[in-house]
């Protein structure tokens, strides 16, 4: 046998030996490639942590923080909050070409199947009948009362955050800021006879 031969026989035993001890116990997996990718030296969300006095590492946020780039809302889902928001808040956004062609796109994918694409309460599921149709935005009624065409500022992002009835919240779909730039497609809307 010469050198190499004796090498590879070496090599190839060790390797067997690896091989064989790690299946043994399938609890233990033998040897481990870089072990801090499986078991993170930082807590786990869901680890006991004997840091914190409740034990966990996933903390509740102190009250009245806000998370980093979240817009608190401060007008509850209530007569008196959309009354509120009504006087409340107007439109931060400047009216501009951009804001109103971004306010049409998002309108008309997000709201235009039931509002229709110009407002009056006519779009492709109301068409189809499976879906009452909501009032239309320059000749209609609000179901809390008034014309759908006084509705303000607040009173629609109101809406947005938190829907009406039948009509469910939109603010998980758009942000803040789209919000209020479909807010103000939705003002253009009201204009139309
Ligand atoms: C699934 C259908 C549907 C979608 C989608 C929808 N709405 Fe509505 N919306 C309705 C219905 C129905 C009403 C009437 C509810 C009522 O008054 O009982 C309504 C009412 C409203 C009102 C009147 C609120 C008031 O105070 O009377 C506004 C404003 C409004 N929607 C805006 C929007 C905007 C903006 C979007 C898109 C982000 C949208 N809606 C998406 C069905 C929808």
Redo the contacts with the bound molecule.
């Keep these: 046998m010469n050198k190499t031969s004796i090498l590879g026989l070496a090599f190839l035993a060790i390797t067997a030996i690896t091989v064989m001890s790690s299946c043994k116990d399938k609890s233990k997996p033998g040897l481990e490639y870089a072990p801090n990718m499986y078991d993170a030296i930082a807590y786990n969300p869901d680890q006991k942590n004997p840091n914190f006095a409740d034990g966990k590492t996933a903390q509740v946020p102190p009250s009245g923080t806000n998370p980093v780039g979240y817009a608190r809302f401060n007008y509850p889902d209530t007569r008196e909050g959309?009354d509120a928001s009504s006087v409340g808040i107007v439109n931060p956004l400047a009216v501009t070409q951009k804001n109103l062609e971004e306010g049409k796109q998002?309108?008309v994918a997000?709201?235009g199947?039931?509002?229709g694409t110009q407002g009056k309460g006519n779009?492709s599921?109301v068409e189809l009948g499976k879906?009452?149709?909501?009032?239309s935005?320059s000749t209609g009624v609000?179901?809390?009362g008034g014309a759908?065409k006084d509705?303000t500022d607040g009173?629609?992002y109101h809406?947005?955050q938190y829907?009406?009835?039948?009509?469910?919240s939109?603010a998980s779909?758009?942000s803040p800021e789209e919000?209020w730039q479909?807010?103000m497609y939705?003002r253009e809307l009201q204009k139309i006879q």
């Design positions: 959309y998002l309108y997000m709201c199947p039931c509002h779009g599921i879906y009452p149709a909501p009032p935005y609000s179901s809390r759908m509705l009173k629609i809406t947005i829907g009406i009835n039948l009509m469910g939109y779909q758009l919000r479909v807010v939705v």
